[in-house]
């Protein structure tokens, strides 16, 4: 397993809000400049991001709702560009390519960072087992909580 770095060069933030206008292009979908700056935010975090964390980066005037911020979240997973981690009920904006595959989100309790890793062999006797049922799985995504290894060291 590979796990993704969520710190990205300009070259990199770039690439991703390309693809994203590709991807959006191809879906008959427009991102919008809300939905991009949410986007840019996303990218921009260290870490998995709530919308509240993200509402006054968005909008220093205090204008924009938590609504409108949702609605942009949830357009960002819906066209995989963002993963949502439902338990921190936070968002983060996938690697390229990542939200295609099953993924593994490992949590740390302490700082709250979350790395993500490439699910796909870890999860063969799942997909076995579920085409075994007629069931045919598009996506896995799995929480694991626990201590990294850097809070670790601090100890």
């Given at each position: 397993?590979?796990?993704?770095?969520?710190?990205?060069?300009?070259?990199?933030?770039?690439?991703?809000?390309?693809?994203?206008?590709?991807?959006?292009?191809?879906?008959?979908?427009?991102?919008?400049?809300?939905?991009?700056?949410?986007?840019?935010?996303?990218?921009?975090?260290?870490?998995?991001?709530?919308?509240?964390?993200?509402?006054?980066?968005?909008?220093?005037?205090?204008?924009?709702?938590?609504?409108?911020?949702?609605?942009?979240?949830?357009?960002?997973?819906?066209?995989?560009?963002?993963?949502?981690?439902?338990?921190?009920?936070?968002?983060?904006?996938?690697e390229i390519g990542s939200c295609e595959r099953s993924t593994i989100f490992l949590i740390c309790e302490k700082c709250?960072?979350?790395?993500?890793?490439?699910?796909?062999?870890?999860?063969?006797?799942?997909?076995?087992?579920?085409?075994?049922?007629?069931?045919?799985?598009?996506?896995?995504?799995?929480?694991?909580?626990?201590?990294?290894?850097?809070?670790?060291?601090?100890?």
């Open positions: 397993m590979m796990a993704m770095s969520h710190q990205h060069s300009a070259a990199d933030r770039a690439e991703h809000i390309a693809e994203a206008e590709r991807r959006c292009t191809a879906a008959n979908e427009s991102l919008t400049p809300l939905r991009k700056r949410v986007f840019e935010l996303l990218i921009d975090q260290h870490g998995p991001a709530k919308a509240y964390d993200l509402l006054p980066l968005l909008d220093g005037e205090k204008q924009a709702k938590p609504p409108t911020i949702y609605r942009a979240l949830d357009f960002l997973v819906r066209m995989g560009l963002a993963h949502r981690i439902e338990s921190m009920n936070a968002f983060v904006a996938c709250g960072g979350a790395e993500e890793f490439d699910a796909g062999h870890a999860l063969v006797d799942l997909t076995d087992a579920a085409k075994k049922d007629g069931f045919a799985i598009r996506r896995t995504m799995i929480e694991a909580s626990g201590v990294c290894g850097a809070c670790q060291s601090a100890v």
